[in-house]
Nanobody, 124 residues
């Protein structure tokens, strides 16, 4: 079992920045690929970033590439999502997730453990 707790969400103006954190407890954190997803009202959960177990590889969809950066600190059992140049369409609940995998997966069903989510609202 892995428990995940997100923090750092909030209200920000368009063009601003936020840094989300996800603290993990339970099984060995470094054994998990970590991902960030988001879900806006009425929409499906969407992959926004993934990072390999070592942190050496990352993946992003085109919608956030160049604006979002995922990182992890295995010594602190924490994964981060730095979000810059935020847009109103980035408004959603953001979730971190863990997958006991070797590769970064972009599909939500590939992740076994989820946090409770943190709200990010970007005003225009």
């Amino acid at each position: 079992q892995v428990q995940l707790v997100e923090s750092g969400g909030g209200l920000v103006q368009a063009g601003g920045s936020l840094r989300l954190s996800c603290a993990a407890s339970g099984r060995t954190f470094s054994g998990y690929v970590m991902g960030w997803f988001r879900q806006a009202p009425g929409k499906e959960r969407e992959f926004v970033a993934g990072i390999s177990r070592s942190g050496g590889s990352t993946d992003y969809p085109d919608s956030v590439k160049g604006r979002f950066t995922i990182s992890r600190d295995n010594a602190k059992n924490t994964v981060y999502l730095q979000m810059n140049s935020l847009k109103p369409e980035d408004t959603a609940v953001y979730y971190c997730a863990a997958a006991p995998a070797r590769f970064i997966w972009t599909m939500a069903r590939s992740y076994d453990y989820w946090g409770q989510g943190t709200q990010v609202t970007v005003s225009s």
